[in-house]
């Protein structure tokens, strides 16, 4: 399997409103599917801030296959921390917390087709080869002003994980962003608090 990560950390200080806001952009490769977007993370005030996730399928055409499935953790020092979906530019996929990404484990937060990260039925509601969609999740935690994008996109067990369905092969692919054992680049010099991560088995 020939799999690559890339990764850039674009920090940016925002309006006198908003405390913090970085980006980190991401693009890989599985087996059969392939991805490209963002990570976004604001501080909105008190114990409040917005993630957005902005995915483009960029896997091989003649494959087709579409993207039906995101889930990621929150990498918090507060146990009780949430993350809900707010909005999103693909009607078809619908918020999910605690999620059983397998063979990844179970993640926090995310959104798939029917609420559903393994599937199932059709996944002509997915992101279709060249589709793009943007995710925005309320992030709620007691250290909210401290959180980066690198909190949600991180490494190993607490990657972004991704799965994909409905390749003209008939497979179908899962992948962890980055993958185990790559670092992503956190904005802003920040280190990372204690993990929340739940494992399965």
Do not use: E
Request: charged content about 10%; some cysteine; proline content about 3%.
């Amino acid at each position: 399997m020939n799999t690559k990560a890339i990764f850039v950390a674009v920090p940016f200080i925002a309006c006198a409103a908003v405390a913090q806001a970085d980006m980190i952009l991401f693009s890989k490769s599985g087996a059969s599917g392939a991805v490209s977007g963002s990570m976004d993370y604001t501080f909105v005030s008190g114990s409040l801030g917005k993630l957005t996730i902005s995915l483009t399928n960029v896997s091989p055409a003649p494959n087709g296959g579409k993207l039906t499935g995101l889930a990621f953790d929150i990498v918090s020092a507060d146990a009780n921390a949430t993350a809900s979906l707010f909005s999103k530019t693909n009607s078809n996929f619908v918020g999910m917390t605690n999620v059983s990404a397998a063979p990844f484990g179970t993640f926090d937060a995310g959104a798939a087709l029917g609420g559903n990260w393994l599937g199932g039925g059709s996944p002509n509601g997915g992101i279709a080869v060249g589709g793009s969609a943007t995710f925005v999740f309320n992030i709620t935690a007691s250290d909210a002003s401290t959180r980066t994008a690198a909190n949600f996109l991180g490494s190993g067990d607490d990657s972004l994980a991704l799965r994909f369905r409905g390749f003209v092969d008939g497979g179908s692919d899962k992948m962890l962003v980055p993958s185990s054992g790559t670092l992503s680049l956190a904005a802003g010099g920040l280190v990372f608090a204690a993990r929340r991560r739940r494992r399965n088995g």
